[in-house]
């Protein structure tokens, strides 16, 4: 099977561009690594396949972005974040939540219910932008679609699918974004926004076999001029490290460690990867504070 990709290009002269992302792999290794329900997968799946087209814009390479949803509803929110190379980490706030009557496991707006989404820049030399706007309908892609044009002021239409099947396992995954550049006729924009209109859930047609670039030529820019500039691979991968987790506890200072001197076993919340500290080695992070 062939790695997740991002796809970045044009379309009509460089007056629209776009983003396309195939996200199957890397939402399957996020749903299994924590365990999520139906609807979390639903919504860390959309989440994930957002930011990795939004990285599209860092150029550092240790930049990072973070889409970040927070709500009332059950589903509480998550956080999704791509770094530049490609690598995906995030988690669900409530990654278990499962309802009784089926349906309501795939319906994402009304589990999150009211709240905001928010979009973090970490771009190391340039400062850190974040905006932040309502939730229109809990289903990602409008969402986004609402705070671009909120936030940012850029007409963009937000695409995304994802398909599951009984056994936890995700068929499709993937979606595309389009922005609309100040100089771009309305009449392309009129007709990109009708093929989008006349286009087949993205996650079936990836299901049926479609690339990306199918789906791309046949449907959404169907009778347009478009190209494909910058095609990336990208997986799930945590920045964890055994060192991070010593950094952090060191930070607590000399008592909080002593109080845990019997050891603990801190979880990252990205990857699940639990990390041990027994008993010597809380004592040799008390010397080390000591001996500063
Ligand atoms: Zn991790």
């Known amino acids: 099977m062939n790695s997740d990709i991002i796809l970045r290009g044009t379309a009509n002269n460089d007056s629209f561009r776009f983003s396309a992302v195939i996200s199957t792999k890397t939402v399957q290794k996020m749903r299994d690594l924590h365990d999520l329900s139906p609807i979390a997968t639903i919504l860390m799946g959309r989440m994930l396949s957002a930011v990795a087209m939004l990285s599209w814009e860092l150029k550092h390479p240790d930049a990072e972005i973070t889409l970040r949803v927070d709500s009332k509803g059950d589903l509480s929110g998550g956080v999704a974040i791509c770094s530049s190379k490609g690598y995906l980490r995030g988690y669900a706030s409530n990654p278990k939540l499962f309802y009784e009557s089926s ?21 190391v030399n340039t400062k850190t932008y974040t905006g932040t706007c309502e939730l229109v309908s809990g289903e990602i892609g409008e969402d986004l679609a609402y705070y671009f044009l909120q936030s940012e002021q850029i007409p963009s239409a937000v695409n995304l699918g994802i398909l599951l099947d009984k056994d936890a396992i995700i068929r499709a995954a993937g979606g595309f974004i389009i922005q609309q550049l100040p100089f771009a006729d309305t009449e392309i924009a009129n007709k990109i926004y009708q093929n989008i209109q006349n286009t087949p859930n993205i996650s079936d047609l990836m299901d049926m076999g479609l690339s990306m670039q199918d789906i791309l030529s046949r449907f959404v820019f169907k009778d347009i001029q478009w190209q494909i500039n910058e095609t990336k691979e990208i997986s799930f991968k945590c920045s964890c490290t055994r060192e991070r987790f010593v950094s952090a506890l060191m930070l607590l200072g000399k008592q909080e460690l002593q109080s845990m001197q019997d050891g603990i076993k801190p979880v990252c919340n990205y990857c699940n990867t639990e990390y041990h500290f027994n008993h010597d080695d809380m004592q040799t992070l008390i010397k080390q504070i000591e001996d500063k």
């Open 103 to 123: 349906a309501e496991n795939f319906m994402l707006g009304k589990a999150l219910g009211k709240g905001t989404i928010s979009l973090l820049r970490n771009d």
